[in-house]
């Protein structure tokens, strides 16, 4: 294994994945730290966790044990991957993790990048900006676990760590992967914010990256690592094949992003909404929303993506600690017993909710597939299962269907 890459989340991890498997590198994505040894000719290998919204202390472990099974395997290269809206509260998890693997790997210049123009994530002058918005206008500011009101990646950065963050501006960028080298010998922080706008800067990044110890961000930082290795005659040529899924598919979305309500509002398939109040109440369990999803027609769709205002509410009533845990937990069980009852094709949308789906169906290792929407690819989850787990903003109004349909390809 030459690429080891450490995930904060699934969906985040998957589209991770999705990167390096179109560059060409043979990936496999791992839900959470492997017992055994990986697989030869695994090339880049992605360890999936969920601590994105754990405790600082549990995320910093979680993400040192997935270090060492990676260096383990013999990995030359760690990359560090967060989400691309830089999902973290004042307190952490990104920047303590970023500094608790550099210290371990005794890296000196660690890249911070969270850019992915294709998802229309950009960073200027150090600023995150989401579309045509910066990040704390793109309604982020709204997340229900990590709001981000800041759009300054360094002031947010420097919340979070010990030391310095410096940046590396766009003029330097734009010149190409030896001035970048150059500006990142030439400065004093060990963590560093970089611009990029296009893809031909992350390009740029990457090659200005090989013999980086450590690299973080988005999945768009991943775009130019792969050619590193390939210059370096390291890469096999081997592609996987992939096959769809035939049977029952159906839909589980707990995202209260503004991408994924308006999924929500433009599914034509049957839609059941979960209200914070109706689990806290226990007026729907699990096996009730599975039962009415397994006896529906089409594309069924379970969901609980509601407005800001009323999950704000419900956390004020019931604790936001309390209500995320209970959706996920009930997300969780209406996928096992979704699978349970013959559904071949599960699409999730929301970090959190797609972290709980996975580990709740205990599936070791996912194939990485064919590209649903920028950042979201199928994923096989073993001989009678497929996937596709979807971070809140990602996909356009028609992407329930479309993944339904990339899913069953080819069955």
């Known amino acids: 294994m030459l690429l080891g890459c450490i995930g904060d989340d699934f969906t985040g991890s998957s589209d991770l994945g999705n990167t390096l498997t179109r560059a060409g590198m043979r990936t496999v994505q791992y839900v959470g730290v492997p017992q055994g040894a990986a697989d030869e000719g695994v090339e880049a290998g992605v360890v999936a ?16 044990d997935a270090l060492d099974w990676l260096l383990a395997q013999g990995c030359e290269q760690i990359l560090f991957k967060y ?23 005794g890296a000196d210049r660690v890249i911070f990048c969270p850019a992915f123009p294709g998802a229309g994530r950009r960073v200027y002058q150090g600023h995150l900006f989401v579309g045509d918005r910066l990040l704390s206008e793109s309604g982020m500011e709204n997340h229900p676990l990590t709001p981000m009101t800041d759009p300054d990646l360094r002031r947010w950065l420097a919340r979070q760590v010990k030391g310095p963050v410096g940046h590396l501006p766009a003029d330097v960028v734009f010149d190409g992967a030896e001035a970048i080298r150059t500006r990142l010998d030439a400065t004093d922080a060990r963590l560093i914010v970089c611009d990029a706008i296009r893809d031909a800067d992350l390009m740029a990044l990457g090659a200005a990256a090989a013999g980086l110890r450590l690299v973080t961000g988005g999945s768009g930082i991943a775009m130019g690592l792969p050619e590193n290795f390939r210059k370096a005659g390291r890469l096999s040529k081997a592609a996987a094949g992939w096959r769809g899924q035939s049977g029952r598919a159906a839909v589980l979305s707990g995202s209260c992003s503004n991408a994924t309500r308006a999924q929500v509002a433009r599914h034509e398939g049957p839609r059941l909404e979960i209200t914070a109040e109706a689990l806290m109440a226990g007026e729907i369990t699990a096996r009730e929303a599975a039962g009415w999803a397994l006896a529906q027609e089409g594309l069924p769709l379970v969901y ?15 604790g936001r600690e309390t209500v995320a845990g209970r959706v996920e937990d009930f997300f969780a069980e209406t996928a096992r017993a979704l699978v349970e009852g013959g559904v071949a094709r599960l699409i999730t949308a929301g970090g959190e909710t797609s972290g709980a789906v996975v580990e709740a169906l205990a599936r070791d290792t996912l194939e990485i597939g064919p ?16 996937l596709a787990l979807k971070s809140g903003n990602f996909g356009g109004p028609d992407f329930f269907a479309e993944a339904d ?3 069953g390809q080819g069955a």
């Open 371 to 386: 590209e649903i929407a920028p950042g979201v690819p199928c994923l096989r989850a073993g001989p009678d299962l497929v």
């Open 83 to 105: 989400c691309s809206t830089f999902d973290s509260t004042p307190q952490g998890n990104i920047g303590p993790v970023a500094e608790a693997l550099a210290e371990r790997l």
């Open 405 to 407: 349909a990339m899913l």
């Open 49 to 64: 966790l969920k601590s994105r919204s754990v405790p600082v202390e549990e995320a910093v472990r979680l993400s040192l």
């Open 304 to 318: 609980s993506s509601a407005d800001p205002e009323v999950v704000r509410a419900a956390q004020e009533r019931f």
